[in-house]
């Protein structure tokens, strides 16, 4: 008859990855093996406690090894990323070939009839406005973050100031022709510059405001996805960041009612529609945008801004310029002044 030496054991052996957990009104030697907290590991058996992982580790599956964080930004290579930057950039050859257009048939009653001078102005800022989006791609440096909302803030003032300056300049200069009207001294082109850089002025002096009591930084947010380091730019002041697009919304609103109300003067080549179907367009992507943006994370954040300024830049492109455009390139016979003449007889 064969004798085995009996087991004094509790409880087994607790692996890596798990902590032991002494029960109440036992021995020592009887255990629970419990699961290690959230981000932290043990690396040996039977061990006491867990240890936390570094900020920039995390835990692998079995909790007995920390491994480097992924990081995630909206990045080049990334599939998103560079179809952004596709998109941006084949975005911003339109307003130069425009602008083309317009220089070599600028002595044509079409191009002539709507401030020649303002719409080049107009179609440079928005070629600026489709490649200041270029600055919300790749890694967030600490520079990029300083510059990127000032640039978009400043070329979208640009942009939405000409429109202004435009739709006010057809409804002074419908006003100047009557008898004894004394506005046709306001209707010169440096009165036109004058008014834009007053609406230039007032968005520089809220970036500078920004800049210097709250600027952006590069943040590494460790809480919102677990495992995963989301590079991004803090704002630091969402008063200063809602402030800056309220502003460009206002002045988009302005132009939109005054265009509306400009839109039946009884003007062959007048804008004032086109000004209207544009600003209307340019609110709506940005209105949208606002839910949009504070539901995203990550760097689908910075994606929906991105596309915001891509929409709202072809909404100002396709409602102002390509009216224009198809009439030069495709009817010319519109584009003489004696068809001018005859469609505002018609009107009158």
């Known amino acids: 008859m064969e004798f085995a030496v009996p087991i004094s054991m ?21 255990y629970d093996c419990a699961r290690c907290p959230y981000g932290h590991i043990s690396n040996q058996t039977d061990a006491v406690e867990c240890h936390p992982c570094s900020w920039d580790t995390w835990p692998n599956l079995q909790q007995d090894r920390c491994l480097p964080r992924a ?46 001078s303002l719409s080049c102005l107009l179609l440079l800022s928005l070629f600026l406005c489709f490649l200041c989006s ?24 640009l942009c939405i100031s000409c429109v202004l300056a435009k739709t006010i300049t057809v409804v002074i200069a419908f006003n100047a022709t009557k ?31 920004w800049l210097t009591f709250s600027p952006p930084f590069t943040e590494l947010d460790t809480s919102t996805n677990p495992g995963v380091i989301i590079v991004n730019c803090n704002e630091a002041s969402l008063t200063a960041f809602w402030c800056m697009l309220g502003y460009l919304g206002l002045l988009a609103t302005i132009s939109f009612i005054v265009a509306f109300l400009a839109r039946r003067l009884p003007d062959s080549f007048n804008e004032a529609k086109f000004i209207t179907f544009s600003m209307l367009a340019f609110l709506s992507v940005w209105v949208s945008f606002i839910p949009a943006y504070l539901s995203a994370r990550g760097m689908y954040t910075v994606a929906m801004e991105v596309f915001a300024i891509l929409s709202s830049s072809w909404a100002v492109v396709i409602c102002i310029f390509t009216p224009k455009c198809f009439i030069i390139l495709f009817r010319p016979n519109m584009n003489s002044k004696e068809h001018l003449t005859v469609k505002n007889k018609v009107q009158k």
Do not use: D, H
């Open 179 to 209: 008898p004894g009207s004394r506005l046709r001294k306001w209707t010169g082109i440096n009165v036109s510059y004058c008014f834009i850089v007053f609406c230039l002025f007032f968005q520089l002096f809220l970036c500078v405001m």
């Open 71 to 116: 990081t995630e930004f909206l990045s080049y290579e990334e599939p998103l990323g560079y179809s952004l930057t596709a998109a941006s950039m084949f975005s911003s050859l339109f307003p130069l070939i425009i602008l083309a257009v317009f220089i070599y048939y600028q002595k044509t009653p079409i191009v002539r009839a709507n401030n020649y």
């Open 134 to 157: 270029l600055g919300f791609i790749g890694y967030p440096q600490p520079t990029q973050c300083l510059l990127r909302q000032v640039a978009f803030g400043m070329v979208f003032a």
């Open 10 to 30: 509790c409880s087994p052996s607790c692996p890596s990855g798990f902590r032991k957990m002494i029960l109440p009104g036992k021995s020592a030697c009887c």
